[in-house]
Nanobody, 123 residues
Framework: QVQLVESGGGLVQAGGSLRLSCAAS????????MGWFRQAPGKEREFVAA????????HYADSVKGRFTISRDNAKSTVYLQMNSLKPEDMAVYYC????????????????WGQGTQVTVSS
């Protein structure tokens, strides 16, 4: 079993920044791919970013490319999502996910999920 706990969400003005963290416990964090997804009210959960076990490979949704950066610290069993130049359309609950068995951009590929953290962007 893997437990994931997100933090760092909150209220920010458009153009501002937030850094989300996801702390993992349980199995060996350093061995699996990690992802961030988000879900706005009335919408499906969508892919934001993913990072390989080593951090050597990353993927981003087109909508966040150039503004968001995913990173990980295996020594701390934590994955981060640095979000800059936030827009109102980035407002959603952000979820951390672990252990992708196939395409890391697919929400169906992940085995474990956190409880989510709310990001609110005011215009």
């Amino acid at each position: 079993q893997v437990q994931l706990v997100e933090s760092g969400g909150g209220l920010v003005q458009a153009g501002g920044s937030l850094r989300l963290s996801c702390a993992a416990s349980g199995r060996t964090f350093s061995s699996y791919t990690m992802g961030w997804f988000r879900q706005a009210p009335g919408k499906e959960r969508e892919f934001v970013a993913a990072i390989s076990w080593s951090g050597g490979s990353t993927h981003y949704a087109d909508s966040v490319k150039g503004r968001f950066t995913i990173s990980r610290d295996n020594a701390k069993s934590t994955v981060y999502l640095q979000m800059n130049s936030l827009k109102p359309e980035d407002m959603a609950v952000y979820y951390c996910a672990a252990e992708a068995y196939s395409d890391p951009r697919s929400r169906f590929a992940y085995e474990y999920w956190g409880q989510g953290t709310q990001v609110t962007v005011s215009s």
